[in-house]
């Protein structure tokens, strides 16, 4: 088990997280792809956990995947984020969390074409909160 600088109990998460933040961050669900507040955001900015408020993405990686999800070719640093081997769902896919307090951001598959890493991040919006440039 990985040893997390943010370790809440279950039951502390549901009190700071709404319902529907808790089943993604907390228990991996996936928003409906659409929905997200933050997949036309296209200001200048930080994007941050929104569990604990660790820095995981810079606009500047973000870009249009049409996947319906907030889409980034790369974490603000390779330690922000924990990279876990998924086997739900009869598929085989690579989960991924925030590795400041394990919660649930979403996947990272090897099809973001034409970006410079050629990785495409797949993050839930409810994950994430976004701080615009000043
Ligand atoms: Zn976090």
Not at 29 to 34: H, I, K, M, Q, S
Not at 114 to 130: A, E, H, K
Request: with cysteine; hydrophobic share 30%; charged share 25%.
């Amino acid at each position: 088990m990985t040893t997390y600088d943010v370790t809440k109990s279950d039951a502390q998460w549901r009190e700071e997280l709404t319902p529907d933040q808790f089943a993604v961050l907390r228990e991996a669900a996936t928003e409906r792809p659409w929905t997200g507040e933050l997949l036309d955001e296209h200001r200048a900015g930080l994007y941050t956990c929104a569990a604990c408020g660790a820095e995981l993405f810079q606009s500047g990686t973000k870009f249009d995947s049409h996947c319906g999800w907030p889409s980034f070719y790369e974490s603000i640093r390779p330690e922000a984020v924990e990279l876990i081997e998924d086997r739900s769902q009869g598929m085989l896919r690579t989960e991924v969390r925030c590795a400041n307090c394990g919660s649930h951001l979403g996947h990272v598959f090897p099809d973001g074409f034409g970006t410079p890493t050629g990785d495409r991040y797949c993050m839930n919006s409810i994950s994430l909160d976004f701080t615009p440039e000043a």
